[in-house]
């Protein structure tokens, strides 16, 4: 895949990340929370969801959309990260930056009480970011060995 090609959907799948996690929810009419929500334990969120299934107080579908939005919303970035340099950072590096990114996301939406914050959503980016990059890295290993 082409560098530059790799870099600007790379911005585009960056821009829409913000805009789906902070600028839509400057309206208003999106921002539904009556009181502003944050978490600041790991574990805390996705633990609580999965006892208020036990308990039937939320529907498992509705879990399972929040997991997994927040992950599958990293996976491009992890996938397109190491197409868009022209050398390739170390796995290390790649994460240290993506977890930056993610919790200067969340760290928007906690100054400016948009959305909500979560360490959950910082761990479950990552988890994706990962998948992303474990895909991108699996790609061109396999284009090296044809070569």
């Known amino acids: ?45 996705i633990v609580g969801y999965i006892e208020t299934i036990n308990i039937g107080m939320i529907n498992i579908s509705t879990v399972v959309i929040n997991i997994l939005a927040n992950i599958i919303m990293f996976i491009p970035v992890g996938f397109l990260f190491n197409f868009s340099f022209e050398k390739r950072l170390s796995f290390g ?23 909500s914050f979560d360490v959950d959503d910082i761990i479950l980016g990552i988890a ?4 992303g990059s474990l895909i991108s890295i699996t790609i061109i290993k396999k284009r090296r060995i044809r070569k």
């Open 93 to 115: 590096k790649s994460l240290l930056i993506c977890t930056l990114g993610i919790a200067v996301i969340e760290l928007i939406q906690l100054c400016t009480r948009v959305g």
């Open 128 to 131: 994706g970011f990962i998948i």
């Open 1 to 45: 895949m082409c560098r530059k090609i790799s870099r600007v959907l790379l911005v585009i799948v960056i821009v829409g990340i913000l805009y789906l996690t902070v600028f839509r929810r400057l309206i208003p009419s999106v921002n539904t929370y009556p009181c502003y929500m944050y978490n600041f334990v790991p574990l805390k969120t």
